[in-house]
Nanobody, 115 residues
């Protein structure tokens, strides 16, 4: 059974930065696509950024130029570097690893952007 554990969330002022991490219990980057999603109170979960095994990356329009998705294969860890944070980025952030019918989610980490 694969487990994903997110970390790095917290409270930050507008304009600040955070780096989220998602550690997997085994190496999955060779065939799995990875993504970060977020869910704000009262809203549906939305895709933030995604990366494929071939390193194709896409971002939601709302975060382009501010967020960067990356991974460290040696550490089995996915990252989301978030900069120029805005109050509307406040949400629970989840990592997702997916291959065919296999779909694994972390439990989420809270990001709050507030002055």
């Amino acid at each position: 059974q694969v487990q994903l554990v997110e970390s790095g969330g917290g409270v930050v002022q507008p304009g600040g930065s955070l780096r989220l991490s998602c550690a997997a219990t085994r190496n999955m980057f060779d065939i799995y696509s990875e993504a970060w999603y977020r869910q704000a109170p009262g809203r549906v979960r939305e895709l933030v950024a995604a990366i494929t095994p071939g390193d194709n990356i896409n971002y939601a329009d709302a975060v382009k130029g501010r967020f960067t998705i990356s991974r460290d294969i040696a550490k089995n860890t996915l990252y989301l570097q978030m900069s120029a944070l805005k109050p509307e980025d406040t949400a629970v952030y989840f990592c997702d690893y997916r291959y065919g019918p296999n779909d694994y989610w972390g439990r989420g980490t809270q990001v709050t952007v507030s002055s």
